[in-house]
């Protein structure tokens, strides 16, 4: 089955830790972004990816950063210049030609810092 | 700039009531339009798109139409159920690139 893992679905950290979310997608997809979700609230792009080795910033890229050294992966690292980490963490792929221009989600990662 | 409004929530609907949730758009040129969905604790799903002009997007009983005339893509279904409680989310994308932008999201509660 084609999709988007994302791993783990629940994360805990002391302050101050560095931590990387996973993403993987098995799509061929070209193009993948991470989202920040916070309680009741709409989704921020953080970072995307439209090639392999380049990535771009979004929104709210302060305090995070990625790398995308093969084209099905695209992991993000929360570093403890982050002043307030804790939310609901979205990774989504799309193909950008000759596709149908939608954005598929994985299942998120809620990370909780103590 | 390109921008997405979606009506405030929550909103609470009584099982097999009809459901409109409002969604505008600015924008130039021709961008296309999503709904997303979102169930507690999990990922976004699309639940339908339109990509031009008087298209209807459709699914599960969900149905929405572009409307260029007045910058709108709202959401409607005829008979909601309890489980369509979930969070709807309105997007845009513009056609210069392929960066959603999203609305803030709408919480629908739906009462037995």
């Known amino acids: 089955d084609g999709g988007i893992t994302q791993s783990p679905k629940y994360l805990f950290r002391k302050e101050g830790q560095n931590v990387t979310l996973s993403c993987e997608q098995n799509?061929?997809?070209?193009?993948m972004y991470w989202y920040r979700q916070d309680p009741g609230q709409g989704l921020r792009l953080i970072y995307y990816?439209?090639?392999?080795?380049?990535?771009q910033k979004g929104d709210i890229a302060e305090g995070y950063s990625v790398s995308r050294e093969k084209k099905e992966s695209f992991p993000l690292t929360v570093t403890s210049a982050q002043k307030n980490p804790t939310a609901f963490y979205l990774c989504a792929s799309t193909r950008l030609a000759g596709g149908s221009n939608e954005q598929f989600f994985g299942p998120g990662t809620r990370l909780t810092v103590l | 700039g390109n921008s997405v409004t979606q009506m405030e929530g929550p909103v609470t609907l009584s099982e097999e009531a009809f459901l409109t949730i409002n969604c505008t758009y600015t924008?130039?040129?021709?961008?296309?339009l999503f709904w997303y969905v979102q169930y507690p604790g999990e990922g976004l799903q699309l639940l339908l798109k339109a990509t031009k002009a008087d298209d209807k997007g459709s699914n599960k009983g969900f149905e929405a139409t572009y409307r260029k005339e007045t910058t709108s893509f709202h959401l409607e279904k005829g008979s909601v159920q309890v489980s369509d409680s979930a969070v709807y989310f309105c997007a845009l994308l513009p056609d210069s690139n392929y960066q959603l932008i999203w609305g803030a999201g709408t919480k629908l509660i739906i009462k037995p």
């Open positions: 990816s439209q090639i392999v080795n380049d990535f």
């Open positions: 799509l061929n997809h070209d193009a």
């Open positions: 924008a130039t040129g021709y961008p296309s």
